[in-house]
């Protein structure tokens, strides 16, 4: 698997997104923050709660200059059933059916699906957090969201650190710690 601060692997890779069929790269995810997330499979019993979350706070990832990218393994055709199945998705929905991404990420899974992993690039396409949960339980976006916008103070955060809470020395001294 990658290293933090590693350069991401570059990949193109076909997708849905709002119900239309494009190309996304890379070079796409450059710019800004992104989140570039990897799940089992289509129309499945935990990757749905997933996607759900994931559209439900893309407001907030947007608010924080980020991008949210999912890559499943399952063809075009079924990612597009898919996401109208959960009411449309805002964010791509790559389809990696070589599984070529998910072996560059070294996410693939000994089922030849790939694990539940999340990764938090910096604008330049480097890794800055790395998430892998088993595939029976799924992520927390709202724990995606809480290491995004830690990661974007550039400080030091303590645990259960939230946003407007203080960062830095300012933290330990209000924690007691030198």
Not at 90 to 119: C, E, I, K, M, Q
């Amino acid at each position: 698997m990658l290293g933090l601060d590693a350069s991401a692997p570059d990949f193109a890779l076909e997708g849905i997104q709002g119900g239309r069929a494009g190309r996304w790269s890379l070079d796409d995810l450059r710019r800004s923050w992104a989140v570039l997330f990897f799940y089992p499979a289509d129309f499945t019993f935990v990757c749905p709660t997933e996607m759900r979350s994931f559209q439900e706070h893309l407001p907030r990832f947007r608010e924080r200059d980020c991008q949210v990218v999912a890559v499943g393994t399952d063809g075009l055709d079924s990612h597009r059933a898919w996401a109208l199945e959960l009411g449309g998705l805002d964010f791509p929905l790559l389809s990696d059916p070589t599984r070529a991404a998910s072996r560059a990420y070294g996410v693939l899974g000994g089922d030849d699906r790939p694990w539940r992993a999340t990764f938090v690039l910096s604008p330049g396409a480097r890794v800055a957090h790395i998430t892998v949960t088993p595939a029976n339980v799924g992520r927390s976006v709202e724990e995606t969201l809480r290491v995004l916008s830690a990661l974007q103070t550039g400080r030091l955060c303590p645990a259960e650190w939230r946003p407007g809470q203080p960062t830095g020395p300012e933290a330990a001294a209000e924690a007691g710690v030198r």
